[in-house]
Structure formats: C-alpha cells, structure tokens
T-cell receptor
C-alpha cells in the first residue's frame, strides 16, 4: 500500500496524558499536512511540514501541540496533557511538492478520544 | 474568518436525481479548487478539481461549475446513486501563498434508493 499511512487508527487517552499520532507520507512525498476534523466543523488546518522543517503552523494551538517531520521516519503530531476538547479525528495528508494545484492525499485518520 | 463557505450543510436526494453543492470564496488569490469525498471512518479522497481558467470540468457523473466573477464554484452529481452518499468538501488554495488548501465545512449527502 503506497498510500498515506496513519497510526494508530484509534487512540484513547485519559485527561492529562500524551497522545502521539504518526503519519508516513505517500512514497516519494516530502510535504506533510495535518488537519483536525470535528463533527460539523469540516477540516481545520493545523500544520504544514517538509522534511526537518515546519513551514506553516498557523493552525496549531500554541500550547500542548507540536509536530515534527524528521529526516528519517514518520511525521509525528504530539498532544501533551490532553483535554476532552482534543477529542477529534486527526488527518494527515501528503503531496509530492508544494505549490497550488498539487493534489494532497489524505490518510485514513487517527481518532483520538479523551476520557 | 471562514474563507470558503459551503452550502447546504446537508442534502437529501432521490436516486437518479441531481445533487448540487455550492461553495463561495473570498480570497481572489485562490487558483485551485478541488472537491473531496469522504465516507464514514475514512479519509477524504480527491474527487475532481478545477482551475479558474475554465468555467466547467466534467468527469463522469461529476461536474464542477466555476464562476470567477462571483467567486463561486459548485459540484453537480448527475444521476445520483446511493453509493454517492458521503460528505463532500470543497477546498481552495493559492499559488501565491503557502499553498495550503482551505476547506469548506462539508456537505452530508444522502441519496435515497
């Protein structure tokens, strides 16, 4: 499967714990985007990364959230000290290059539930 | 500020009917307009996309109509089928910015048999 791979698909965390969501982009892709989806709120952009660089994190909450895309390995979205409001589906997407008109391909998502 | 406004929020259509979903944007720098289809428990998948140099693009039963002066674009699904029941998102991006697609809030389409 050469698609965007996300894991875990489902994650349950207690309030105050940490959540780590991983994303392996499509083969040959070096651009990764993270989106959060809440019911009836569509897809909210969080962060855009290239290998080893954060290009745009304007949609990411300033506290508790961080993202990385190391030279080797998957991109990771990290949520520290989770709260119930963090419960959502988190989607990763990748593209082969930046620039408008470049299709981004989504993974199947990671569903985070905070109890 | 919602840069891409999508309507309706939900839509019910009979099998064989036409489904129409509309989107309006504000940023005149947007120059790429894709539509995504999402089934429950799945990630969004690209359905069809258009650039502002054409007013219409058709792929099978799916057609995008684009009105640059009105800053509006719409998705038409002809001969709608129950298998088309899904959530549809319009999006827009700009080659003059950071290229990050901005999405509408989505339309939940139900096609009754």
């Amino acid at each position: 499967n050469a698609g965007v791979m996300q894991n875990p698909r489902h994650l349950v965390r207690r309030r105050g714990q940490e959540a780590r969501l991983r994303c392996s982009p499509m083969k040959g892709h070096s651009h990764v985007y993270w989106y959060r989806q809440l019911p009836e709120e569509g897809l909210k952009f969080m962060v855009y990364l290239q290998k080893e660089n954060i290009i745009d994190e304007s949609g990411m909450p300033k506290e508790r959230f961080s993202a990385e895309f190391p030279k080797e390995g998957p991109s990771i979205l990290r949520i520290q000290q989770v709260v119930r409001g963090d419960s959502a589906a988190y989607f990763c997407a990748s593209s082969g290059r930046g620039g408008s008109g470049n299709t981004i391909y989504f993974g199947e998502g990671s569903w985070l539930t905070v109890v | 500020q919602q840069q891409v406004k999508q309507s309706p929020q939900s839509l019910i259509v009979q099998k064989g009917g036409i489904s129409i979903i509309n989107c309006a944007y504000e940023n005149t720098a947007f120059d790429y307009f894709p539509w995504y289809q999402q089934f429950p428990g799945k990630g969004p998948a690209l359905l069809i996309a258009i650039r502002p140099d054409v007013s219409e693009k058709k792929e099978g039963r799916f057609t995008i109509s684009f009105n640059k002066s009105a800053k509006q674009f719409s998705l038409h699904i002809m001969d709608s089928q129950p298998g088309d029941s899904a959530t549809y998102f319009c999006a827009a991006s700009s080659s003059g910015g950071s290229y990050i697609p901005t999405f509408g809030r989505g339309t939940s389409l139900i096609v009754h048999p």
